[in-house]
């Protein structure tokens, strides 16, 4: 969580303006549905994994994804690669990278001795729809009243 909160912290000082905007819609969230002291509600741990070229779906249009790498062991690859702007970027450990993660990204293949090497990524970002999410006690309940075929907050 420290390490989390640190990365918002980076991220108000370098960008205010999207940090100010992604902490609006904090605000109308259920504490218990955003990482605390943070304007994130998700975080996706990759280990070891190469994306396809993708835009993602369901993240907060106005704001900005985190991603930092942690690796141990040799290998080469693993570059984040944003193919509009023809940038591919070495993600190593301890670095910080902000983005927006409706541009099409992916990661190049990773390639090392097997066994011998390790890199995990963390992505943070604010789900869009986690606003209209209740407390766990209240998403239980509704999910008890729901029928086959119901919509989901009102899709």
């Avoid at 000082?13 to 819609?25: E, G, I, L, V």
């Avoid at 280990?47 to 991603?67: C, P, Y």
């Avoid at 541009?103 to 097997?114: D, E, L, R």
Wanted: aromatic fraction near 10%; charge should be neutral.
């Amino acid at each position: 969580l420290p390490f989390f909160q640190s990365a918002a912290g980076v991220f108000a000082s370098c960008d205010p303006d999207r940090y100010a905007s992604q902490m609006s819609r904090v605000a109308q969230t259920k504490p218990e549905r955003v990482i605390s002291g943070t304007p994130f509600t998700t975080v996706t741990v990759n280990r070891n994994w190469q994306t396809a070229v993708h835009t993602d779906q369901g993240d907060l249009k106005e704001g900005l994804s985190l991603i930092t790498a942690m690796e141990a062991g040799e290998y080469k690859g693993g570059y984040l690669v944003f193919p509009h702007y023809r940038v591919a970027v070495d993600l190593r450990n301890n670095d910080l990278m902000m983005f927006d993660s409706h541009h099409m990204h992916g990661n190049t293949a990773i390639i090392g001795k097997y066994k011998q090497w390790e890199r995990i990524s963390c992505v943070l970002y604010f789900r869009e729809k986690m606003v209209d999410c209740g407390t766990a006690a209240e998403e239980l309940e509704r999910a008890k009243h729901r029928k086959k075929g119901d919509a989901l907050y009102g899709d």
